[in-house]
């Protein structure tokens, strides 16, 4: 069964520190697999994009890597911010028979900084 | 903003009630999505439009009516809802609906509340 977990469900960190985000999943075939931020009453918004080939990405203070032997995903977050407060959400793309991609989610991880 | 927009961005109605969602993207994508968020659960994928034309239908309910008059609009037509349709409902779109590593551009949803 294609399926996209997420530890820890939630997470509490003070501002300036780092925090790491971890993501399993069993989707097969894999095709790519995406981390998005959520803020409260927004829409998804991408943060990373990553193939099969690809170990590390990062976007200024994300760093998102992939092992995909272990079918592991981390998102790591370097000296939080305020604004970091949201939910992440991993998400993994297999591609179909028919030319498509089908998307499984992760329930995502809501993390909260305080000052 | 992030190009695609919804309206509006909070819904209260009856069961008996007859509503309708709008979405409307400005990027010059080509596919078009409906996804029904829930507390703790994953993004469920409702619909799917690809150049107007519906491709995908995943089992959703005949009270949810969706509409692709032209491939900036999406609408979703609720009537008879119940109480568990209660959800952040999230429109999106890519590039295309085929091909690997598309990147969704969601709106800010529309949270629903069914009395």
């Known amino acids: 069964k294609n399926q996209v977990e997420q530890s820890p469900q939630s997470l509490i960190i003070l501002e300036g520190k780092n925090c790491t985000l971890q993501?399993?999943?069993?989707?097969?075939?894999?095709?790519?697999l995406r981390w998005y931020k959520q803020d409260t009453g927004r829409g998804p918004v991408s943060l990373t994009i990553?193939?099969?080939?690809?170990n590390t990405k990062s976007n200024g203070r994300y760093t998102a890597t992939l092992d995909a032997d272990t079918k592991q995903s981390s998102l790591h977050i370097t000296a939080s911010q305020l604004s970091d407060s949201a939910s992440y959400i991993c998400v993994v793309s297999r591609d179909t028979n028919f030319g498509n991609e089908k998307l499984t989610f992760g329930t995502g991880t809501r993390l909260t900084i305080i000052p | 903003e992030t190009g695609v927009t919804q309206t509006p961005r909070h819904l209260v109605m009856g069961m008996t009630n007859k509503k309708s969602l709008k979405c409307e993207q400005h990027l010059g994508h080509n596919a078009m999505y409906w996804y029904k968020q829930s507390a703790k659960k994953p993004l469920e994928l409702m619909f799917v439009y690809s150049l107007e034309e519906r491709v995908e239908n995943n089992s959703v309910p005949s009270r949810f009516s969706p509409e692709c008059p032209n491939s900036s609009h999406l609408f979703l037509h609720l009537h008879t809802l119940q109480p568990e349709d209660s959800a952040l409902y999230l429109c999106?779109?890519?590039?295309?609906?085929?091909?690997?590593?598309?990147?969704?551009?969601f709106g800010a949803g529309s949270r629903l509340t069914v009395l």
């Open positions: 990553m193939t099969f080939s690809e």
């Open positions: 993501c399993n999943y069993t989707v097969s075939p894999f095709s790519n």
């Open positions: 999106a779109s890519s590039q295309d609906e085929f091909g690997g590593a598309n990147v969704l551009t």
